[in-house]
């Protein structure tokens, strides 16, 4: 099955900086990437998704790129506020496949400093 | 508005009761998933159905059973409560079938305490 690994577990940057989170997975066959934040006492959000026929993908601050060769995308956040501070996850599936549609990384706790 | 409840938010409860953590979404969506979410922060997943009459068991093994009677409500039980039981318990739907939107929509969780 799938694996997906994210790195790092924890991530600190001064407001205004940028934060990057990167993430690995296994499966070749693995064709849409979402990423999702999580504020203290919420579910997970969907904040932006990328499938395999793009390579990059903007959203005001934030951008996902995706290298399909390496079998790795990332996270970009741009002039970091403290409102972005939350966990991020990454996730990978075929689109198309079983209701099991999701493998989740491990998670990246940002924390933007003022 | 369409959204996805889970009730109750916090539940302190005593060793060996039995619990029913309750998940109900509006938006029709054919798809739902159990997430145990631990401390450290990842999520397991735990248990999840492709629709009615449809469940399965997720990669973590969990004592925990469901049902999914009805397409908007997917209750989660523990017949006998234990200390390590105690986490974060995350309900999601998502939609399927092509054109769709795929992201899954979470609900805010239930934080279960096993004392």
């Known amino acids: 099955g799938e694996n997906v690994e994210q790195h790092p577990s924890t991530l600190s940057v001064q407001e205004g900086d940028s934060a990057v989170i990167k993430c690995t997975y296994s499966?070749?066959?693995?064709?849409?990437f979402p990423w999702y934040k999580q504020e203290l006492g919420k579910g997970p959000q969907l904040i932006i998704d990328i499938r395999s026929n793009v390579g990059e993908k903007k959203d005001q601050r934030i951008a996902v790129t995706l290298n399909k060769t390496a079998k790795h995308f990332s996270l970009h956040i741009t002039e970091t506020q403290p409102e972005d501070s939350a966990v991020y996850f990454c996730a990978a599936s075929m689109l198309g496949g079983s209701a099991r549609q999701l493998t989740f990384g491990s998670g990246t706790q940002l924390t933007v400093l003022p | 508005e369409a959204d996805i409840y889970q009730t109750p938010r916090y539940l302190v409860i005593g060793t060996g009761k039995k619990i029913t953590l309750e998940c109900s979404q509006t938006?029709?969506?054919?798809?739902m998933y159990w997430y145990q979410q631990d401390p450290g922060m990842e999520l397991h997943l735990i248990h999840y159905?492709?629709?009615?009459?449809?469940?399965e068991k997720g990669d973590l093994s969990s004592e925990s059973t469901v049902s999914r009677i009805r397409t908007e409500h997917f209750p989660l039980t523990l017949e006998s409560a234990r200390p390590s039981h105690t986490s974060q318990y995350l309900c999601?739907?998502?939609?399927?079938?092509?054109?769709?939107?795929?992201?899954?929509?979470f609900g805010s969780g239930t934080r279960l305490t096993v004392v």
């Open positions: 159905s492709y629709g009615v009459n449809s469940t």
């Open positions: 938006m029709g969506h054919d798809k």
């Open positions: 499966d070749s066959a693995s064709n849409y």
């Open positions: 999601a739907s998502s939609e399927s079938g092509v054109g769709t939107n795929y992201g899954y929509t």
